[in-house]
């Protein structure tokens, strides 16, 4: 089945600096990949998604990257601000099969 | 996106009784409810997938007799932790998905068993 590796488990970055979420997966045929923002206690959010038939996807501040050929997708933020400290997952789908998460990653933003 | 409301968002019993929590999609028909489990910093667990009139498919390690779930109707799925103990104290989140659409999660439940 699917697998999903996440990194980094912990990011701390300066307020207007750019975060970089990275994320693997093993199962050739996923072809859907969302994001995850979860703030404490509370649902997650998704905040941006990409489908296998796109390289790259961009909302605002939020980007999201894919590269097939080595099963990996990143999440950029950029001019970040203290409202974007939570955890993030990232997660792969293959085709008509459930979602599964990476373990997770927890941004800071420092002021 | 569409509105998936759980209920409760906290609840706290006894050991040894049975606790349901219910999943409900508010604007769209629910072909598929996902069940995830969360402990403290770490990730999503699923813990079982239903569709709609039948039975629910549990993960490995996830005893059915235990977590029994229901999925009636298009619009509700339920939870029932049964026996519950101390260490079935977790956060526990539902998912919904309709057709071609993704799945919206519910607001999560905690969960504290004494």
């Known amino acids: 089945g699917e697998n999903v590796e996440q990194h980094p488990s912990t990011l701390s970055v300066q307020e207007g600096d750019s975060a970089v979420i990275k994320c693997t997966y093993s199962?050739?045929?996923?072809?859907?990949f969302p994001w995850y923002k979860q703030e404490l206690g509370k649902r997650p959010q998704l905040i941006i998604d990409?489908?296998?038939?796109?390289g790259e996807k961009k909302d605002q501040r939020i980007a999201v990257t894919l590269n097939k050929t080595a099963k990996h997708f990143s999440l950029h933020i950029t001019e970040t601000q203290p409202e974007d400290s939570a955890v993030y997952f990232c997660?792969?789908?293959?085709?008509?099969?459930?979602?599964?998460f990476g373990q997770g990653t927890r941004l800071t933003i420092n002021p | 996106g569409a509105v998936v409301s759980q209920h409760p968002s906290r609840v706290i019993c006894k050991s040894g009784t049975s606790v349901k929590i219910e999943c409900r999609s508010l604007?769209?028909?629910?072909?598929?409810m996902f069940w995830y489990r969360q402990f403290p910093k770490q990730s999503l667990m699923l813990m079982a997938t239903?569709?709609?009139?039948?039975?629910?498919?549990?993960e490995q390690g996830v005893e059915k007799d235990k977590f029994l779930i229901n999925h009636a109707s298009l619009t509700l799925s339920t939870l029932t932790v049964t026996s519950a103990h101390p260490e079935d104290s977790s956060f526990y989140i539902c998912?919904?998905?309709?057709?071609?659409?993704?799945?919206?999660f519910g607001q999560g439940t905690r969960l504290t068993v004494v």
């Open positions: 998912s919904a998905k309709g057709g071609n659409t993704e799945a919206f």
């Open positions: 239903s569709n709609e009139g039948s039975k629910a498919t549990y």
């Open positions: 990409i489908r296998s038939n796109v």
């Open positions: 997660a792969a789908k293959p085709l008509a099969q459930k979602l599964v």
């Open positions: 199962d050739s045929a996923s072809n859907y």
């Open positions: 604007d769209f028909q629910a072909t598929t």
